[in-house]
Every structure is written in structure tokens, then in C-alpha cells.
């Protein structure tokens, strides 16, 4: 995502109201292209606790 360390310097970051709610979007998909929905779902959900089945298919 185009992260480095910097040598010097200091970072703020503001204050999160609910930090379950950022996220990533990616440009490009990084599973494999022969893995099926379920599979993916599988790796993702464990991450997001209000994971909704029924919305991601």
C-alpha cells in the first residue's frame, strides 16, 4: 500500500469514533483466481465482526 518508515519525524493520527469501521479498498484482487466466493468469505469474515453472510453473496 505504498507504506515506508521514515527516518525521522513524528505522526498524529485523529481521533477513531468507532474503529471497527475503516477499511482498505484494493485496486487489484489478491486471491488466487481459481478460489470460489465461499472461499474467500472464508478468509475474510474471521476480521469483521458483524460479518453478514447473506450481504456478501
Not at 9 to 24: H, K, L, Q
Not at 46 to 54: E, L, Q, R
Amino acid at each position: 500500500m505504498g507504506s515506508r518508515r521514515l527516518p525521522t519525524g513524528s505522526f498524529r493520527c485523529f481521533p477513531m469514533i468507532n474503529p471497527v469501521r475503516v477499511g482498505t479498498v484494493l485496486d487489484e484482487m489478491p486471491y488466487p483466481a481459481y478460489w470460489t466466493i465461499a472461499e474467500v468469505e472464508s478468509l475474510l469474515a474471521p476480521f469483521y465482526p458483524t460479518w453478514d453472510s447473506a450481504q456478501f453473496a
